[in-house]
């Protein structure tokens, strides 16, 4: 809003929004400040906040005991392989329904909206025994499959709200130009769609990342990802505080990262186009 | 060569029938315009002879050659759009390098059609822009520049003009109709404007609710309108349509007479009426005038600076032998 | 508009996506079905045969079934009520002009990009341990006695956990929506004499109401099927056994999935009645 405000309401609003802003952040700072304590001062009573000797210890411990590198790569195969391998997919299902919409479109759109719907745990026992019985189970390979399904319907919706934003018009201008229907997807519209398509990418992986449910069901310790990593640290072992806070610091920082980027994105995907 | 022949083609939306069975022929390097009110069907026409949309029945053959299942990238035909559609991601020589690169055409010969294209066209400055960086009449000669390069049988422009200011508008009437007497190509053009169909066609294909109204050239439309509806769409300001009395005295269930062909008359005249408004413009006066007893107003262009202002009485003089008449069913008696 | 060409061309591109969210839908669906109606205990003697409804009476009139609607209930609840209500307030808030906006709106969105794992993980060790968490120093500090969250209060403190993570969501979308509200409108209101409390409630909420409808049909699918939250801390013990939680118990731990498999049903329908509403909504916005 384009509106003349006190300075001092501005001073007030600003002193109120970075005080609950810090404190919703706070237990991530926490988190973060003491992955680099000692185990003792971890749990100092009573805690220290910032003036405590700094040491990196903990990343090299959680990373020899647990193989932190390998449980990260998994996490980067399954969430980078189940969203790449999605957008292939949903990229020319978009094409059609965005271009060449037909009455069942909005039936088709709606219906794979309801597929997301389904409650994982209703299908878990099948998925596990289908897993099974094609030797999927804890494998980087079966996970990548199940969390490209789960989100291949928002990353088709993402991608239909980019495409419908491109005029038909410059695609039927390809069309008289020569191009086939592959160039037309190839040259013309994948590249004016660059953003959209950059915007699903982020936020999918960020969600395939964070899976918690089919991570930690269908995997036991090859394919483990990050998820199971830090789960794994839930039955306690002693003084382990800036151990897990290490552990979990590693786990999130990379999203913490892609996601400060995807906000905007964030809203689109996650209410399908309802909200703007 | 571009002779495009229209042959029994409809086409239909589901249960609607935009373009009833239609016959046409576009003579090779003929400039031929398609006009009427919007929803007319002229756009969806020209989609149609495009291959952007399937016929739902009859032929279409590109000279003489049956094109009706053939995609509309092998129909050997450009288009120009009237968003103009240009690759807002590619440089503008990029865009005219598009579809002589869709065709395989090699390097140099890219090279040397954009430069020629670029020079008529006054882009060879902005070749390395993107469209984004244009204005709006810079955007349009790049359409017009990808559809020349790939040296097409026939050009295709859809509302072209419609979206840009009134001044270059004229100007791009201009350069479009130039660049026909240049090349000499096949050229359809759609357009809702009859001032521009009347300045550029060679042919005027006038049409309503997807019938062909009338066929012929712009003078052919001027003098003698088949009907009504091309007497009132042709010719600016409308032609007056009287009915009634006045018209049964020309043996004519209505008479037409163009603005133009009545003349102001001191003293008396044929007619008499009261000025409403009077547009005065420096080269012609236009009268639009009530109380005739005639229609509901008549309109007058007069020729000069006519001294009348509102509410004064006018006479009036038709010019007999500029009367068009028309029977009940709207057609005219020859 | 298009041509046959471009339309067979469409169902061919669509056609991968589809069939395989179909098989994804339709095979598990279908074998969950299945296995409802049949004793199945995989450890202790496998298919025992056809049993009709006997799973889906035997599942709502087990001991653990009301409890655990009740928590899920309670979970689901107090979680909508927290983040919507928190949720506008925020984002009326972060809609004011300050300085700083991008780096606070940065701060308010983090815990969403945290994974549950390590959201539930830290609560409960960090925050939540009776003995060195930070709530426990916090109540020394005042003199109270620590609380045991996790098993004297267990639901608030799931509640806590969970709100954590979906405030921002909540936020983020309100405060989406807030922005798109012209502000012209609010001008006007203004200039008619109206004070901010019923700027609010006769311009800004109305505007927010499709909003906070979304938020709360689509957190409600999520909250539903919350499972990593409870799985790290609680393990469904104090009352944290959620009808999720509980139908993975009865398939993965007791190994009971004619049982688990009638709850998952139970579960598909109630997600489904959710779903119906957001769907309604999402496909009006379609048309426009």
Known sequence: ?276 | MGQITLEKVTKSFGEVEVIPPLDLTIEDGEFTVFVGPSGCGKSTLLRLIAGLEDITSGTIRIDGADATNIPPAKRGLAMVFQSYALYPHMSVRKNIAFPMRMAGIDKAEQDRRIEQAAAALNLTDYLDRRPGQLSGGQRQRVAIGRAIVREPSAFLFDEPLSNLDAALRVGMRLEISELHKRLATTMIYVTHDQVEAMTMADKIVVLRAGNIEQVGSPLDLYHAPQNIFVAGFIGSPKMNLIEGAEAKKHNAHTIGIRPEHIDVTEGSGTWTGTVGVAEHLGSDTFFHIHQTGLAESLTVRAPGEVNLRHGDTIHLTPREDQIHRFNAEGLRIP | MATKHSRSAARLMMAPAVILLLGWMLVPLTMTLYFSFKRYLPMRGGDQGWVGFENYVRFVTSTAFWPSVQATLIIVGSVLVITVAFGVLLALLLDQPMWGQGIVRILVIAPFFVMPTVSALVWKNMFMDPVNGLFAHLWKFFGAAPIEWLSQASLTSIVIIVSWQWLPFATLILLTAIQSLDSEQLEAAEMDGAPPLSRFGFIILPHLARAITIVVLIQTIFLLAIFAEIFVTTQGSFGTRTLTYLIYQRVLESQNVGLGSAGGIYAVILANIVAIFLMRIVGKNLDA
Do not use: C, H
């Not at chain 1, 237990?27 to 000797?53: C, G, H, M, Q």
């Not at chain 1, 060449?100 to 409650?119: G, Y």
């Not at chain 1, 038909?168 to 086939?180: F, P, W």
């Open chain 1, 1 to 276: 809003m384009a509106r003349a405000v006190t300075q001092k309401r501005k001073m007030i609003n600003t002193a109120l929004a970075w005080t609950i802003g810090l404190l919703i952040f706070f237990p991530i700072l926490w988190t973060i400040l003491t992955s680099f304590k000692t185990e003792a001062t971890a749990i100092a009573d009573p805690p220290v906040f910032l003036f405590f000797d700094w040491t990196l210890e903990n990343y090299s411990v959680v990373q020899e005991r647990s193989n932190y590198m390998q449980f990260l790569w998994n996490s980067i195969i399954i969430a980078g392989g189940s969203t790449i391998l999605g957008v292939i997919i949903a990229v020319p299902a978009a094409w059609s329904m965005a271009f060449v919409p037909s009455r069942r479109t909005k039936d088709i759109l709606l219906w794979m909206l309801s597929t997301k719907m389904l409650p994982a745990v209703g299908v878990l026992y099948p998925i596990y025994l289908l897993f099974i019985e094609l030797g999927l189970l804890d494998t980087r390979v079966g996970l990548t499959v199940v969390l490209m399904l789960i989100n291949l319907p928002i990353i088709v919706w993402m991608l239909y709200t980019y495409f419908r934003e491109i005029p038909g018009e410059i695609l039927e201008a390809a069309r008289m130009d020569g191009a086939g229907l592959r160039e037309e997807i190839l040259y013309v519209l994948t590249p004016m769609a660059v953003p959209g398509i950059a915007s699903t990418l982020l936020l999918n992986f960020i969600l395939a990342w964070n899976e918690a449910f089919w991570t930690l069901n269908l995997t036991a310790a090859k394919a483990a990802p990050l998820t199971a990593f830090i789960a794994s640290y839930s039955s306690p072992e002693g003084l382990f505080y800036a151990k897990l806070s290490a552990a979990s610091t590693m786990a999130i920082a990379p999203i913490l990262i892609l996601g400060w980027f995807s906000q905007k994105q964030l809203v689109r995907g996650l209410t399908f186009g309802a909200v703007k």
